[in-house]
């Protein structure tokens, strides 16, 4: 029977938002139930930060160091060296649908294309069939609204993404406290949600792969009154984060824009109407899994079909006093990921949650060993396969990166090559390097403080640790290198 994967990407997830996360105020049946039948990685990390770098390495299967795509809008250059071409020429047909982050490098725009001088993402890989171009809305999306009964003239993104805030405005309250004007059937995630299953539905017995993209729960922060009602403002959780850290910054922090840097949601109400709404925002991604693993089973498909749920980033919601994918907290670079398995080689996993570490690089080799379909020769990931049958790892650390050359206040006299900062992370240590020299590194033991309150970059005591993680992060740097040249050339010298 031919095999079938569907590859759910969600945006600015939090790794905690699901499974009893978040003090167990998340309500995310669906995706419990599919790590009940699937393994769970709680230690899986991004490889950058904001959507396009990270989304390019999930696609390449490669470094941020290795795709140069170090913010949204930068192009990617040799794009055909991405997931969807490579399960294309192996005879498996891929589809993608909502949107994908990509620009293209300006040689393969014909003379006159307007972003061969200007900057954009509205792309999408090459090789990859395009289900729907849906991001945060689409004419279709619209079209489907006139038809359930919508006014025409509310069916725009600026009515559609905007509250149903009072006219006497939204008083102390963020305008997210307020529900969308859409019902939680009608959302644009439920309708992407449908396309995908006539998408899986026409392709049955065919064999598919699938990229489905969901923009929740990145903002804009909104979400319909059925799922905001099962979120009182007063359950929330509070950020993680403590007074001090307004004022004793790390340098690196004292210099950031003012979206970037530690001053946000102060206020309870700020934090608590934030994380309702993103709490609501997670349910209803929760509920279009739900959709698609039910028909999934109605279909006869699920005992082929390998299912992964995962993240391009998570989001701050005030942990640190920020806001956003920025920086190298854990709060931003762990993401959800969970993996189902058909297979009954997979059995002895079922249900189990695995602390062994993970990255979205991992996905593209994942995805090919499935099909049986050799890696790319670029993929710098490794399949996760063999976890998933029980096996143990040798991989000891994860890597992220960071390019904060556009969120610095005053990015004069900076060289911006230099503003990266790198992070080496296992079990227990976090290591953060930066590229520039007046930057101290930083260090912190998530086994004593998960939290990551304490740098102890400075203590005498842990620059053996330091170092060992220092070297680790030179190794990797070196392995990933591109090489392919010398690749070819050295069988005929």
Known sequence: ??????????????????????????????????????????????????????????????????????????????????????????????????????????????????????????????????????????????????????????????????????????????????????????????????????????????????????????????????????????????????????????????????????????????????RRCYCAMATEIDDCVGRLVDYLKSSGQWENTLVIFGADHGSCLGDHYLQGKPHFYDSSIRVPFIIHNPGPDADATRGVTLDYLAENVDVAPTVCAFLGIPPHPRFQGRSLMPLLRGEKTDKTAAFFEYYYHNQLADPADTLPAACRLWVCRTARWKYVEFGEEEMPPMLFDLENDPSEFNNLAANPGHAPVMLDLARELIRWRIRNEDLRMEDWARPLR
């Open 1 to 274: 029977m031919p095999r079938n994967v569907l590859f759910i990407l969600s945006d600015e997830f939090r790794a905690d938002a699901l499974c009893g996360g978040q003090a167990g105020v998340v309500k995310t049946p669906y995706l419990d139930a599919l790590a009940g039948e699937g393994v769970l990685f709680r230690n899986a990390l991004c490889q950058a930060a904001p959507c396009a770098p990270s989304r390019m390495s999930l696609h390449t299967g490669r470094y941020m160091c290795s795709t140069g795509v170090v913010d949204n809008m930068t192009p990617l250059a040799e794009p055909e060296d991405n997931l969807g071409q490579w399960l294309s020429r192996h005879g498996v047909g891929a589809g993608i649908a909502g949107y994908n982050d990509y620009a293209v490098p300006p040689a393969l725009l014909p003379e006159g294309h307007p972003h061969r001088s200007s900057l954009c993402y509205d792309y999408f890989l090459p090789g990859y069939e395009v289900v729907l171009d849906h991001e945060y809305d689409s004419p279709e999306w619209y079209a489907w609204l006139v038809e359930k009964g919508y006014p025409p003239e509310w069916c725009n993104r600026d009515t559609m993404y905007e509250p149903d805030v009072p006219e006497s405005g939204p008083g102390r309250h963020l305008p997210c406290f307020y529900p969308a004007r859409y019902r939680e059937e009608h959302s644009e995630a439920h309708f992407l949600t449908g396309k995908a299953l006539d998408y899986m539905t026409a392709r049955a017995g065919e064999g598919w792969f699938l990229n489905l993209n969901y923009i929740k729960p990145h903002g804009p922060y909104i979400a319909a009154k059925e799922y905001l009602d099962q979120y009182p403002p007063e359950a929330m959780p509070p950020p993680v984060r403590e007074e001090r850290e307004l004022l004793e910054q790390h340098p690196y922090f004292s210099r950031m824009e003012n979206g970037a840097a530690k001053r946000h949601y102060v206020e309870d109400h700020e934090w608590r109407d934030l």
